[in-house]
T-cell receptor, first 114, second 115 residues
Framework: DVKVTQSSRYLVKRTGEKVFLECVQD?????MFWYRQDPGLGLRLIYF???????EKGDIPEGYSVSREKKERFSLILESASTNQTSMYLC?????????????FGAGSRLTVL | GNSVTQMEGPVTLSEEAFLTINCTYT??????LFWYVQYPGEGLQLLLK?????DKGSNKGFEATYRKETTSFHLEKGSVQVSDSAVYFC??????????????FGKGTHLIIQP
């Protein structure tokens, strides 16, 4: 029944390391999203993609990049991790019968940058 | 710009109590409104939605009515259970046919139900 899978639930990295967060969905959804969730700030959109090899900046793209080489996979990349990127990262997708504005989320990846 | 304001909590209730979580919004048009729920250790999932004024969304005993005159979408449940303990997010999308990049989330309300 799992629909959006984030491969890493917990990661600990050091400042300056390159970090990859992987997300895979099995619903053939066109649209995929990366959010970060922080206490007192709610969810903030980092990047999204409406098609393979396509990406759009969200509200807080600085310090992040993304890759979508296949329809089912959307990767978030931190080129040089910093402590202020310690957060919960949520991947989501939309499409199909549920519609373009109903998100299906993964369980999240909690990243700690030391 | 668009914004969503909700009580942050934590809100602590006893089992079988009546629940209200307030949500008000600011938008330049007529948005669609949503409640998402995040259970411990999980991602968010859609709880209910309403796409136009006076619509009532309902699911799992929860209800919310789209009130244009008060720009509100308060979440209610008549008798809460311990299993309802979660974080609840109110959200809006200005364009009813728009994509999720147009979603604006509130900061979330942490609900704790005690047996």
């Amino acid at each position: 029944d799992v629909k959006v899978t984030q491969s890493s639930r917990y990661l600990v990295k050091r400042t300056g390391e390159k970090v990859f967060l992987e997300c895979v969905q099995d619903m053939d959804h066109e649209n995929m999203f990366w959010y970060r969730q922080d206490p007192g700030l709610g969810l903030r959109l980092i990047y999204f993609s409406y098609d393979v090899k396509m990406k759009e900046k969200g509200d807080i793209p600085e310090g992040y990049s993304v890759s979508r080489e296949k329809k089912e996979r959307f990767s978030l990349i931190l080129e040089s991790a910093s402590t202020n990127q310690t957060s919960m990262y949520l991947c989501a997708s939309t499409g199909g019968a549920a519609g373009a504005n109903v998100l299906t989320f993964g369980a999240g990846s909690r990243l700690t940058v030391l | 710009g668009n914004s969503v304001t909700q009580m942050e909590g934590p809100v602590t209730l006893s089992e079988e109590a009546f629940l209200t979580i307030n949500c008000t919004y600011t938008a330049t048009g007529y948005p669609s409104l949503f409640w998402y729920v995040q259970y411990p250790g999980e991602g968010l999932q859609l709880l209910l939605k309403a796409t136009k004024a006076d619509d009532k969304g309902s699911n799992k005993g929860f209800e919310a009515t789209y009130r244009k005159e008060t720009t509100s979408f308060h979440l209610e449940k008549g008798s809460v259970q311990v299993s309802d303990s979660a974080v609840y997010f109110c959200a809006l999308n200005l364009y009813s046919g728009g994509g999720a990049d147009g979603l604006t989330f509130g900061k979330g309300t942490h609900l704790i139900i005690q047996p």
